[in-house]
Structure formats: C-alpha cells, structure tokens
C-alpha cells in the first residue's frame, strides 16, 4: 500500500460496474483508481455516460461495484452485506440530492430530525442538534416552516441540515444546484464551501457545470468509465459578496 493510500478515506482500485449481462451488458466503469483523503473537497465531472453517477454512487456505498477494491478508513468493504454497507452509510456519510426529497407535510425541523430519530435518539437531544444543523446552514428561524413555505434555496439548506445532523465524515453532493437558480446555487456553494472549510466535513460533489466545479479545491473528470483527469484547483471559487451565504 503507498503511503497516499494509506492516508485515504477512501480508496478504489481496479473498481468496475457492469449493469445487465451477456450482450446487453454495459461497463459503466473500467478500472477506476481513486484517493480521497480527509477534508477534500472534490468535484466530479463528466459528459452523460461518462461514469461520474455510478462513481458517486460507488463512493457512497449506495451501490456495489462489480470488481476492484473498495477501502473506507484503509478497511476493505467487498464483505460487507446489504445490511453492513446500510449502517455503514448511517455512520459515515450524509447525502444531498438535486432534488430536495423533504417531506412535505413536516416542517423543516421535523425534516432535519429524521436521521435522527432513525438512529433512536431522544426527542429532546435530537431536536437541539436539528435546530443546531438549521442553524449552522443559515435557517435558525425557519425551523417551523414546511417546504412549501421555502424557497428552493430554503429547501436544499433543509436538505444539506438533515445530511448533516448525524456528524458525517462524507458530504455527497449530487448536481445540488440542479434545480436552483445562478443566485441560489451560489449561496448554496458557499455553504458548502463553508462546511468543508469549517466542520472538515470531506466533500464528493457530482456537478457538470464548471462554474459550480469550480468551488472544489479538486476537480476529477471522467470519460467513459475511466478518470481521465485528476487535478488539483489551488484557487477554488468564492461566491459574490451580495451572494454569499
């Protein structure tokens, strides 16, 4: 093992996925070799079809890749079954989506507090971290409002607070400026950013927009299954001062 990937978070080697069989069969990935250490923040990027969902969803344990190796804190994953890999994600990883997927008859608390209460946290304690998590993504005073109440920059706020109430070592962000506006998605960017720099949270971001990429301070772009650049950003973007979060 070298000594970046003893380093790593996480860590893929030889990583394939082929969805279907025989002559319907497609490699969706080809052998990908990827480090990410504690506290980056990477983007990955790609044309449609180019392997940049299925890696995230690898990367996120959401899905189980067909060969290769795949290492979380320098442990081996292969052996772990559907049930291991879900309290795997429940420990460690918080994801956000393009769309919000807030229930919409709650509030936002009662949004935020979900994870929790899967986690069988008591009411009192898990309401005071929901309330901290609004409160650390800018909502402190929305926590009794429903989604339909918020604006769609309010709802990923919602969305990034519930992914962040447990503590994760890994944000997952996929396209979360999706379904915003230039303005929102830049607010939204520097949240991120914020939470990156700040909590230390480690940030894996699928976007194709280079002007979102260009938050990360690491940009991956993959072509047809494979990485086909892995560069660092030394000078990440910030959002506009009337903008920022």
């Not at 990937?5 to 069969?25: D, F, H, P």
């Not at 081996?76 to 994600?89: C, E, K, N, S």
């Not at 927009?209 to 030394?234: C, L």
Request: overall charge neutral; proline content about 5%.
């Amino acid at each position: 093992m070298t000594a970046d990937r003893a380093e790593a978070l996480i860590s893929l080697r030889g990583v394939t996925k082929v969805y279907g069989q025989g002559a319907t069969a497609f490699l969706a990935l080809k052998g990908v070799d990827l480090d990410i250490h504690p506290g980056e923040f990477v983007a990955i990027m790609g044309p449609s079809g180019s392997g940049k969902s299925t890696a995230m969803n690898t990367l996120g344990c959401l899905d189980r890749p067909t060969g290769g190796e795949y290492r979380f804190h320098g442990v081996p994953l292969q052996g772990l079954d559907r049930d291991g890999l879900a309290r795997l994600r429940r420990q460690f990883f918080g994801f956000v989506f393009q769309g919000f997927h807030l229930l919409p008859r709650t509030t936002a608390l009662e949004n935020v507090e979900l994870p929790l209460i899967y986690r069988g946290m008591k009411r009192q304690r898990r309401r005071e971290a929901a309330l901290q998590a609004l409160a650390d993504v800018g909502l402190a005073g929305w926590a009794h409002h429903t989604p339909a109440e918020l604006s769609g920059g309010q709802q990923q706020r919602v969305a990034i607070a519930r992914a962040i109430v447990t503590g994760p070592q890994v944000l997952l962000a996929d396209e979360p400026t999706g379904n915003l506006d230039t303005q929102r998605s830049h607010e939204i960017m520097a949240l991120i950013q914020r939470l990156n720099r700040e909590q230390g949270i480690t940030v894996l971001m699928v976007t194709h927009e280079a002007d979102i990429a260009a938050y990360a301070s690491r940009i991956v772009r993959f072509v047809d299954g494979t990485v086909a650049s892995d560069e660092p950003n030394p000078h990440p973007a910030q959002a506009p001062a009337q903008e920022a979060a």
